[in-house]
């Protein structure tokens, strides 16, 4: 076992440093990497940037810092890893190469899959451990906080590598917000592991935005990466070992540009929000509230609906709930905000449940609702919702209305019919459940066959 680390030496080039892991290898150490390099007279290794192994004893860590050599490239590597590397050291786009299997080897039949979470907010759906419910192979997630991930390659690459392949062997999904990511993590990507891009509500990343790419800029230039000039949206082309990946906020230019490449993931519920079992439901039509509105004022969009609602008189007052937040809070326990249990009690008290747009329509609110067994209402806003929500949800029992005063008489008629109102949040049940199988099916099937 053993680490390697670029070294710039100058205008002479890449300097390969190989630390050998004596105790690990018995004296073995070969060459981790194949490639053309001239060596410095002098090589410089940066403190920071070797690998703290909190798993090895610590007079072990002590010989990976001292144990160190330069070698320029050892004749026992293979010619796959010679292609899969530029002359600079470099990932190139279609490599194929598996960066942790020269560390560690999975077990054949292992179901454990490793989430790394960036931003908890937006990987609620991995914490929650809602996944294990929605997996038809049996998988166990279990998620990790890491902020190993973040803009800093020289500081970061010994703590991925650490993370990746010796403290988390196996399958593994990184969620990673958006940004100006470095492009090492993606130039050094492990098998079996998805990548999940998440927080991009704007749909652009990957994308030209402003005259330059929207993450990864790669070594503060634009993309290292192949450009696809195809598409009108110009786009960076992933490596090979990448694709096809993940993506939070469904985008219809994003799905333009990449194609088969991209694949739609929900945001799912908040964290905090109980997981409540459909059991436990209360048949929509013995609900004691037509609808519910819980929202903090972030647009004019907003305190348009919440005055629409709150001065409506088609529904009486004792059949709605409204809560308005003056402001949007990061906080999920603001003091401007309705409690997590109340928030679910309330849904679960509610036929209807009124979901504005944010930034874009894909909100937690929206699988809230249906987790608690009430039928969200989407305003359509012209095209928006079609290029901003896949297809599927437009063949669902969610509500999609052309105008929020629409809601109002949709809502009372279809609670006039008792029997037709239990069915449609019957099949809202239905196809919320096998929706969000078929999206871990498809996660699954990457996790096994990448």
């Known amino acids: 076992?053993?680490?390697?680390?670029?070294?710039?030496?100058?205008?002479?080039?890449?300097?390969?440093?190989?630390?050998?892991?004596?105790?690990?290898?018995?004296?073995?150490?070969?060459?981790?990497?194949?490639?053309?390099?001239?060596?410095?007279?002098?090589?410089?290794v940066d403190e920071h940037?070797?690998?703290?192994?909190?798993?090895?004893?610590?007079?072990?860590?002590?010989?990976?810092?001292?144990?160190?050599?330069?070698?320029?490239?050892?004749?026992?590597?293979?010619?796959?890893?010679?292609?899969?590397?530029?002359?600079?050291?470099k990932m190139?786009?279609?490599?194929?190469?598996?960066?942790?299997?020269?560390?560690?080897?999975?077990?054949?039949?292992?179901?454990?899959?490793?989430?790394?979470?960036?931003?908890?907010?937006?990987?609620?759906?991995?914490?929650?451990?809602?996944?294990?419910?929605?997996?038809?192979?049996?998988?166990?997630?279990?998620?990790?906080?890491?902020?190993?991930?973040?803009?800093?390659?020289?500081?970061?690459?010994?703590s991925w590598r650490e993370h990746a392949c010796l403290n988390f062997p196996g399958k593994k999904i990184v969620a990673y917000d958006s940004g100006a990511s470095p492009n090492w993590w993606l130039n050094h990507w492990p098998r079996n592991t998805v990548l999940v891009m998440t927080g991009d509500e704007m749909g652009r990343w990957g994308l030209r935005y402003r005259g330059r790419y929207f993450g990864p800029f790669g070594d503060d230039k634009e993309s290292f990466f192949l450009e696809n000039e195809t598409s009108i949206h110009r786009h960076i082309l992933l490596p090979a070992t990448v694709r096809p990946w993940f993506r939070q906020y469904y985008d219809a230019k994003q799905q333009e540009a990449f194609r088969n490449d991209v694949l739609y993931m929900p945001l799912g519920s908040r964290v905090e929000y109980p997981d409540i079992d459909p059991k436990d439901w209360k048949a929509a039509s013995d609900r004691k509230l037509?609808?519910?509105?819980?929202?903090?004022?972030?647009?004019?969009?907003?305190?348009?609906?919440a005055d629409l609602l709150q001065n409506t008189s088609v529904v009486e007052e004792h059949r709605k709930f409204i809560h308005v937040a003056p402001q949007w809070h990061p906080e999920v326990s603001h003091e401007d905000y309705v409690k997590p249990e109340k928030y679910a009690e309330m849904m679960?008290?509610?036929?209807?449940?009124?979901?504005?747009?944010?930034?874009?329509?894909?909100?937690?609110?929206?699988?809230e609702a249906m987790e608690a067994g009430s039928i969200p209402i989407v305003h359509r806003g012209g095209d928006y919702a079609e290029t901003h929500l896949p297809s599927e949800y437009f063949s669902s029992p969610i509500l999609f209305v052309e105008q929020w005063s629409d809601a109002l008489d949709i809502m009372q008629t279809l609670a006039d019919d008792k029997v037709a109102l239990n069915k449609r949040q019957t099949e809202l049940r239905l196809w919320y459940n096998?929706?969000?199988?078929?999206?871990?099916?498809?996660?699954?099937?990457?996790?096994?066959?990448?």
Not at 434 to 450: C, G, P, T, Y
């Open 1 to 44: 076992m053993f680490q390697a680390q670029h070294v710039l030496s100058g205008a002479i080039g890449a300097t390969l440093v190989l630390t050998c892991y004596h105790l690990l290898l018995k004296g073995n150490c070969t060459g981790l990497y194949s490639m053309q390099m001239e060596l410095s007279n002098k090589a410089i």
């Open 49 to 89: 940037d070797m690998t703290a192994h909190r798993s090895l004893p610590e007079h072990t860590a002590s010989t990976l810092r001292t144990e160190t050599f330069v070698m320029a490239k050892s004749v026992s590597t293979s010619k796959r890893e010679y292609e899969s590397l530029d002359s600079t050291g």
């Open 92 to 158: 190139l786009p279609n490599s194929t190469y598996d960066f942790c299997n020269e560390y560690t080897k999975e077990p054949e039949d292992s179901k454990v899959v490793t989430v790394f979470v960036q931003n908890p907010r937006t990987g609620s759906l991995f914490m929650s451990g809602r996944l294990n419910k929605w997996s038809k192979r049996g998988f166990i997630y279990n998620w990790v906080r890491t902020k190993n991930l973040n803009p800093r390659p020289t500081s970061s690459l010994p």
């Open 290 to 305: 037509l609808f519910n509105l819980m929202i903090a004022l972030t647009d004019n969009s907003r305190k348009e609906l």
């Open 348 to 367: 679960m008290e509610s036929v209807f449940t009124f979901c504005p747009r944010g930034r874009t329509l894909d909100t937690f609110r929206l699988y």
């Open 434 to 450: 096998s929706f969000m199988e078929n999206i871990v099916d498809k996660l699954e099937h990457l996790l096994q066959n990448r």
